[in-house]
């Protein structure tokens, strides 16, 4: 059903397509998560842009490319279980529920968490677990994961996250320095992991929670 966000939807997907985005199971989940409803209803007419936006709490709602090129990286099967490391907004985890069979996704900031797991309740994402959590520490419960991706950056893989990585499992996220990271895919073979190099890119660091963060919300 046609609503008033499909011009700007469409316009999000030709962009994915521009940039080379080809995985047509990718492109179905993009474009059947409603984009507006992650973002704050001020910047909702912005919501399908190809940009990054603020959410609240010095975070940010990561530009659809990104999203989508992290997720394909991930090459999801249908059974999939996946670990999302930095909910933010909820967005990507709806992304990734379109696209495996259980996600959960951890977030360090209560007040992001519980306005995540709500949004992602109302609009019927029921597969998405959200953790408030230390998101280095990945979430060991519901491991081993066939897929994590972390929104955030790091100088060093979380020796937790290649541990919860299920065998021939892919672990995604950008590696290095504050100022620039490279994305990168790690996959797991028994007790080894080969690495992949990919594009230049800039994210807020990963880092665990304080005290100020679990306070009250």
């Known amino acids: ?6 011009v700007p939807r469409r316009r999000m997907l030709e962009t994915l397509r521009d940039h080379g985005m080809a995985n047509p199971r990718v492109l179905s989940a993009m474009a059947a998560v409603p984009r507006h409803c992650f973002v704050p209803e001020d910047l909702q007419q912005q919501a399908y842009a190809d940009r990054a936006l603020p959410i609240g709490e ?21 059974n999939a279980r996946v670990l999302e490391v930095g909910t933010g907004s909820g967005y990507a985890a709806a992304v990734l529920a379109q696209l495996a069979a259980e996600v959960v996704s951890i977030e360090r900031i209560p007040s992001l968490a519980n306005r995540a797991r709500a949004t992602l309740a109302e609009l019927g994402y029921g597969r998405v ?13 519901a491991a081993p994961y066939q897929g994590i991706i972390v929104a955030a950056a790091t100088a ?12 021939g499992g892919r672990l995604v996220l950008p590696l290095g320095p504050p100022n620039l990271q490279r994305l990168t895919r790690l996959i797991r073979h028994g007790d080894t992991c080969t690495r992949e190099v990919f594009d230049a890119v800039i994210f807020v660091p990963l880092i665990a929670p304080s005290d100020h963060d679990n306070g009250p919300t």
Not at 60 to 67: A, G
Not at 129 to 141: E, H, I, K, M, N
């Open 156 to 167: 060093e893989v979380p020796p937790a996250l290649v541990e919860q990585l299920a065998d």
């Open 129 to 141: 677990q959200v953790v408030a959590g230390d998101g280095t520490q990945g979430y060991a419960p």
């Open 58 to 78: 010095r975070q940010t709602i990561s530009q659809p490319l990104m999203v989508a090129r992290m997720v394909e990286l991930l090459e999801l099967t249908a």
């Open 1 to 6: 059903m046609s609503d008033n966000w499909d």
